[in-house]
């Protein structure tokens, strides 16, 4: 049951009953819906904003993953270079030194590596 409302009249010297209209009475609901309405907006923004879904957690997981497996791979690469790069001079001493001759031209020792020059045909 509702509360009445009660305005005190000062001529009186007594409380009177307060009636309120139907439109006061729908507009008082319209404030509140919408007020519960924005508050509920402005919530769920700052949630999506500052906590992650656990699908979001999981593919940062994953994203770390890819480039701590990337810099791995990159220095393997680096160290494999290194080492290529180790042979090719022990082979050039090796030519030099036992076969008495000039080492491998460096563009011989590279005709096997590098891209297509080709163009479109």
């Known amino acids: 049951m509702r509360k009445a409302g009660y305005h005190f009249n000062s001529d009186t010297l007594s409380f009177d009953k307060i009636e309120s209209s139907l439109r006061k009475r729908l507009w008082?609901?319209?404030k509140k819906f919408f007020s519960s309405f924005s508050l509920a907006i402005v919530m769920?923004?700052?949630v999506y904003a500052f906590i992650d879904s656990p699908k979001e957690k999981l593919l940062k997981r994953?994203?770390?993953e890819v480039l701590t497996q990337y810099s791995l791979l990159s220095n393997k690469v680096e160290h494999l270079d290194n080492v290529l790069k180790d042979m090719e001079s022990r082979d050039d001493n090796?030519?030099?030194v036992i076969f008495e001759t000039d080492p491998i031209p460096s563009s011989i020792r590279r005709a096997g590596s590098g891209g297509s020059t080709s163009t479109n045909i």
Do not use: N, P, S
């Open 62 to 64: 994953k994203y770390e």
């Open 94 to 96: 090796i030519y030099r």
């Open 44 to 46: 769920l923004y700052l």
């Open 28 to 30: 008082r609901l319209f």
